[in-house]
């Protein structure tokens, strides 16, 4: 695996939409990447049923990153006792070599306008691991905050930050 400057990234670095041929590839950066694993099927569902925040980054073709969402109602995150049409982020992962490169931000910034201009969202959120400093100063970089801690959210009993933000539509 190769390791690329940003100069060089650009050149190659393509990101769109997740096709159904990519899952094999999205699974397998899962699985490298985070230890909370999901079936065929789970992405096969998100990727045909919110495909438009479902995107992927391509290096020379190859999948280095993915970032899946659905489109939930829910009592809002950040508005106490208001139900809210919400993006759920549900998973984000960049390769190894291909990180601190500014993929996860792009494909964030990405998903991010689409849940609000084509889902008609009012706020993202997402639960990351506590320890996972890198992933929470990206988020918060995005705009998200914590709003909440889950308690032994994870498999292994660690718990979740639970982080959000309000969206809204270019179009409005």
């Keep these: 695996m190769q390791t690329f400057g ?20 999205v699974m397998n950066v899962n699985r490298v990447c985070l230890p909370e694993n999901y079936t065929y099927s789970f992405f096969e569902s ?15 073709g190859r999948v280095v990153g993915y970032v899946m969402c659905r ?5 809002s995150k950040l508005d106490m006792l208001r139900v809210r049409k919400a993006g759920h982020i549900v998973s984000v992962a960049v390769l190894p070599n ?7 931000t792009q494909l964030m910034n990405n998903v991010l306008r689409e849940l609000a201009d084509t889902y008609n969202c009012d706020e993202a959120y ?10 929470i100063n990206l988020y918060r970089k995005l705009g998200f905050r ?8 994870y498999a292994d009993g660690e718990d979740a930050a639970i982080m959000a933000k309000h969206l809204q539509p270019r179009h409005t």
């Design 6 to 25: 940003r100069e060089r990234l650009e050149e190659k670095l393509v990101l769109r939409e997740v096709r159904i041929e990519d899952l094999i590839e």
């Design 46 to 60: 998100l990727a045909r049923d919110f495909g438009k925040a479902f995107w992927v980054a391509l290096v020379d």
């Design 71 to 75: 489109v939930e109602r829910i009592f």
């Design 98 to 104: 291909y990180r601190r490169l500014g993929i996860a």
């Design 126 to 135: 997402l639960e990351v691991r506590v320890s996972n400093t890198q992933a």
């Design 146 to 153: 914590t709003v909440s801690i889950q308690k032994g959210y």
